[in-house]
Nanobody
Framework: VQLQASGGGLVQAGDSLRLSCAIS????????VGWFRQAPGKEREFVAS????????YYADDMQGRFTISKDNAKNTVYLQVTRLKPEDTAVYYC??????????????????WGQGTQVTVSS
């Protein structure tokens, strides 16, 4: 399984951005895809997840409202739309896949396959 994250860049506060995570390899079911981010000097944190069918989106408590996760099953690509970007959103954003799924949170320890990350930098 390979994951390729893309779509990051340098944007201004208030802009919107859509990150993409292209998934290749096994075409099975019963998995989750999550987005995580790691800001400079901080630990990696969970942003959102979705299951293999594109259902059951789940967000971290403080990511509600500005972040939207979705999946295009035909393209096997998961998206993370971020609106009203803030400088504190600056981070490397990673997508990952867990070989399990849940209606809610899937622990980070379950994510086995990781993409290389895409840098998002928000200027004030």
């Amino acid at each position: 399984v390979q994951l390729q994250a893309s779509g990051g860049g340098l944007v201004q506060a208030g802009d919107s951005l859509r990150l993409s995570c292209a998934i290749s390899g096994r075409t099975d079911t019963g998995y989750s895809v999550g987005w995580f981010r790691q800001a400079p000097g901080k630990e990696r944190e969970f942003v959102a997840s979705i299951n293999w069918s594109g259902r059951s989106p789940y967000y971290a408590d403080d990511m509600q409202g500005r972040f939207t996760i979705s999946k295009d099953n035909a393209k096997n690509t998961v998206y993370l739309q971020v609106t009203r970007l803030k400088p504190e959103d600056t981070a490397v954003y990673y997508c990952a896949r867990a070989d399990t799924y849940a209606m809610g949170y899937v622990p980070e320890s379950e994510y086995r396959y990781w993409g290389q990350g895409t840098q998002v930098t928000v200027s004030s």
